[in-house]
């Protein structure tokens, strides 16, 4: 199994551009979440996915950001426009779980993505 | 509401020295609870994961963590360090929602 897979893992853009990052969960995994990572705040849920659906996305920043998944395989963030304060480290990470069982008894592993480092200038 | 919170920030240690990093959490119920590592410039790896089978568990790298209910503690521990332990380390738990609870994290140093 190649594990979570992000692309691009560096991204260097100007303030103003749209930003697209990509992201495939491990293949068979239900649940797919969008972390973002800073020194200031650390590390942040942005929003996440039970079965393609998005269930939570009370961490996403403002109405710049959006997330999509279409299918079980690929996951979308976009940004737009792009602001220096949305410089950081965004992580993918998916995880198996039979939803709605609460709590999952530690079977709430989450596999983490390399990351992709956006700066904004 | 499920927390947790890591007593350092940073850690530094001699090479072949004990490894003791600190993690207190709060839960309303039984929590699981969990160690991931992250080496510079990379994803987060699980360590280990308590699931109420044993409260002692062991990791991956030799380190471990003992689950102590009436100290509501999480602490994970490594006999001997080694150079490539350097690295931040998060101890996460799991709310009772399908999300985890990370902390802040504590950068741990091995110096030669």
């Known amino acids: 199994d190649a594990g979570v897979i992000q692309s691009p893992r560096h991204e260097v853009t100007e303030m103003g551009q749209e930003v697209t990052l990509r992201c495939k969960p491990i293949s068979g995994h239900n649940s797919l979440f969008w972390y973002r990572q800073t020194m200031m705040r650390g590390l942040e849920l942005l929003i996440y996915f039970n079965n393609n659906v998005p269930i939570d996305d009370s961490g996403m920043p403002e109405d710049r950001f959006s997330a999509k998944m279409p299918n079980a395989s690929f996951s979308t963030l976009k940004i737009q426009p792009s602001e220096p304060r949305d410089s950081a480290v965004y992580f993918c990470?998916?995880?198996?779980?039979?939803?709605?069982?609460?709590?999952?008894?530690?079977?709430?592993?989450?596999?983490f993505g390399p990351g992709t480092r956006l700066t904004v200038l | 509401a499920q927390s947790v919170t890591q007593l350092d920030s940073h850690v530094s240690v001699s090479e072949g020295t004990p490894v003791l990093l600190r993690c207190n959490y709060s839960?309303?119920?039984?929590?699981?609870l969990f160690w991931y590592v992250q080496h510079p410039n990379k994803g987060l790896q699980l360590l280990l994961k308590?699931?109420?089978?044993?409260?002692l568990v062991k990791g991956i790298n030799g380190f471990e963590a003992e689950f102590k209910k009436s100290e509501t503690s999480f602490h994970l521990t490594k006999p001997s360090a080694h150079m490539s332990d350097a690295a931040e380390y998060f101890c996460?738990?799991?709310?009772?929602?399908?999300?985890?609870?990370f902390g802040t994290g504590t950068r741990l140093q091995v110096f030669p």
């Open positions: 308590y699931t109420s089978a044993a409260t």
């Open positions: 990470a998916s995880r198996s779980y039979p939803t709605g069982s609460r709590p999952s008894g530690g079977n709430n592993e989450q596999f």
């Open positions: 996460v738990v799991e709310a009772y929602t399908d999300k985890l609870i």
């Open positions: 839960s309303s119920y039984s929590p699981s």
